[in-house]
């Protein structure tokens, strides 16, 4: 009996392996392809850079549009990103020891009057559009985890001292973008704390600031590890609550890898929608709606909850578009 039940366990482990049920075992393959914009090679212009939406890794595509990514088994979404450029996707299925090769991207030259910011720590001119609600806000770019320089947020209650009257639970910055009616932001955010840690620093919270008018006036989707993921309108310096599903998990607390977030803003009838995504997933506030009467464009920005001063964040590819 135990060598039948023996026979039988080996064949269901093979039938498994041969049905690609163990991929997720295996090592990285390489992912190589090609990106053209307008049909051309892309040569020194647009700074392109090809990212997996559903994980932290991203690599820079050189001039003869070539790049290449080491990944594991898996199903992913390559996006690729430049400045003047709009934004491009191709699935991407990868498996067992099989290189995959060939893939194409093909992107377009922005040729109307819309906005468009793939934000570049090291450009000066794209860091004079940071700007702070409150002076005493804190930010500067520094080196992550792995090296590389990004916009950051240092923990501590000396960043945190916004005037009197206003509503008090966030610490952010605004870019100096035209007011945005619809729109997408995304970005990539890692906590400042131990690795695989969760204290202290944290990656346990993240705010995206949309229609910001004043210190007293603007909207925020925020995203948290409790059950606090919310989305709320700042009226006259007071928080009401647009919607708060009460679900808990949307967002990760650990430090060792970038996450990825994004959400946009559309116009349907009378009404906006919020679309909005955490590791290429749709959150507990997607598809959040509210009367567009309540609404009015403004300013889009970033930060997180600040009542805490073990709360510190790196920012990397932060893609703001006029949709």
């Known amino acids: 009996m135990r060598r039948k039940l023996s026979f039988l366990s080996l064949l269901v482990m093979i039938a498994l392996v041969s049905a690609g049920c163990f991929d997720f075992l295996s090592g990285p393959v390489t992912v190589s392809g090609i990106v053209t914009v307008n049909g051309e090679l892309p040569g020194d212009d647009y700074n392109i850079t090809v990212s997996v939406k559903e994980r932290s890794e991203s690599t820079k595509v050189n001039a003869d549009g070539t790049f290449s990514l080491q990944l594991k088994p898996g199903s992913y979404t390559l996006v690729a990103s430049g400045e003047g450029l709009k934004i491009a996707e191709v699935a991407v299925s990868v498996k067992r020891n099989t290189p995959v ?45 792995f090296g590389d320089p990004n916009l950051y947020f240092p923990r501590g209650q000396a960043s945190y001292a916004p005037p009197a009257g206003t509503y008090d639970q966030m610490r952010f910055v605004y870019f100096d973008t035209p007011d945005l009616d619809t729109f997408r932001i995304s970005i990539e955010q890692l906590g400042d704390g131990p690795v695989t840690s969760t204290a202290p620093g944290g990656n346990r919270s993240l705010a995206f600031i949309f229609g910001y008018q004043d210190l007293n006036n603007w909207w925020v989707a925020y995203y948290t590890y409790t059950n606090a993921t919310r989305v709320a309108r700042i009226v006259d310096g007071k928080q009401e609550y647009v919607c708060r599903p009460l679900v808990e998990g949307q967002w990760w607390p650990n430090n060792d890898k970038y996450q990825l977030a994004e959400i946009a803003v559309v116009r349907d009838g009378d009404k906006y929608v919020l679309r909005s995504y955490a590791n290429g997933e749709p959150t507990s506030i997607d598809l959040c709606e509210w009367s567009a009467e309540d609404y009015t464009p403004g300013k889009v920005g970033l930060g997180g909850h600040s009542t805490s001063d073990v709360q510190a964040w790196w920012f990397r590819n932060i893609i703001i578009e006029e949709l």
């Not at 702070?132 to 992550?144: H, R």
């Open 101 to 145: 090769s060939g893939l194409k991207i093909e992107m377009e030259v922005i040729t109307d009057d819309k906005y468009y910011l793939v934000f570049d720590p090291l450009n000066e001119e794209h860091l004079a559009l940071i700007k702070k609600p409150w002076d005493s806000i804190e930010w500067e770019i520094k080196a992550d985890w």
